[in-house]
């Protein structure tokens, strides 16, 4: 045993904070990072060897589902930064299982709300505001007044503002017996609230080579930012590029200095303007080292190449914002061209990548059940056969394919509805 409490609320479980015979204030910002890729069956027995490997542990929080499954990210803080800035290099693609890289950055560690009170607050009241918020959240360290009746209230950690940001549902608080909450988001961490949606996740290029495609664009941020492109679109002069975390954006931002295209260099800034129509990024297949394992979506990709099925195309198919952690999750869904009536959706996830691994996963077991039940039709009609056709996959693992003419043998409809 670690000696490690643990307990689970509020759709996370909680390792630690703080760990044993621990004394004094929790660890400052930069103590904390951001890990998702990790699969849905994987738990604190597997997680903690890791990243306990670089330092001590403070907190880890890994998210859970209703289901008992994990949401496929955590976050990880350390007592000292330095180790998580170790973690960062060490972590980052490091191989949970086979098939299966990590992916680690620097949380964002964000401990502030916008909070949108009507009628305005007066200043003059602010302890008196404090206090009373505080009858309804905990944790709150100071506010700010801003413009057009914005507060900005600052927690003492990120969990705790994440935490208020659920309960303090707009039309549902009233402070002063007279002050409705009417609007609560995530203020941006280096600056205030001005009433718009921080836009922390949206990079803005420029100065872009005439000839250039914004899917090249796009290809070049998801490698800067670890494979965290949601979604990127050409708007005038300029290239938008979406991510799926403000922490895959700002790595992207800080590894984007003096990034040239061409022998130009290219001007990359925050974008200012209001989130981008959400879709699903689609670029080349991302590669996997060959001395390693593929995942579930390149199996999928290998076993419609070699029988010629075309290559899988995959799509956004769901988002709604979970009711018990208010987490956004999503459903991605794949088709596989030459097989009729293939689309099939996967699990929902609050990572869209999980989603779409989920997604491959379905069909590769549509494709097994497809193969199986034919050879078996086919076993009863004749006395010799010869074997079905038979491919190996990189887990190790044989997978039987049914002929392209084929159809997976579960309902569309089935696999359509919401879980």
Known sequence: ???????????????????????????????????????????EDELVPVFSSIGNIYELRLMIEFSGTNRSYCYVRYTKQEDAREAIKKINNHYIRPGYPLAVTRSVDNRKLCIKAWPPLDKEIEEDVVNELGNVVEGINRIKYQTRGWLEVEFSTHRLAALARRQLVPGNVVLFESVEIKQVDWADPEGGCDGQESQSKIISVRNLPSSTSHLRVGDMFNSLSGGQVNDVVRSGNMVLVTFHTQEGAKLAMDRSRDLEMDGIRLEVSWCSQRRLDRGCYSSQPRTVPSNQPAGPVEQLLAVCAGQGWGTPQYSLTGARQDQVTGQQ??????????????????D????????????????????????????????????????????????????????????????????????
């Open 1 to 43: 045993s670690t000696g490690y409490d643990m307990v689970q609320k509020h759709g996370q479980r909680i390792y630690g904070g703080p760990p044993p015979d621990w004394s004094g204030p929790a660890p400052d910002k930069g103590t904390e990072v951001y890990c998702y890729r990790i699969p849905r069956d994987c738990f």
């Open 329 to 346: 999750v999503y459903q991605c869904s794949v088709m596989v061209p030459g097989v009729s009536h293939s689309q099939v959706r996967g």
């Open 348 to 419: 929902w996830s609050g990572d869209r990548e999980v989603a779409r691994v989920s997604a491959a996963i379905r069909a590769m077991q549509g494709i097994v059940q497809a193969s199986s039940e034919l050879y078996t039709a086919q076993r009863s009609q004749q006395h010799h056969l010869p074997q079905p056709i038979v491919q190996m996959v990189p887990s190790d693992r044989q997978v039987l394919h049914p002929p392209p003419t084929a159809q997976f043998p579960f309902s569309h409809e089935r696999f359509n509805q919401p879980n």
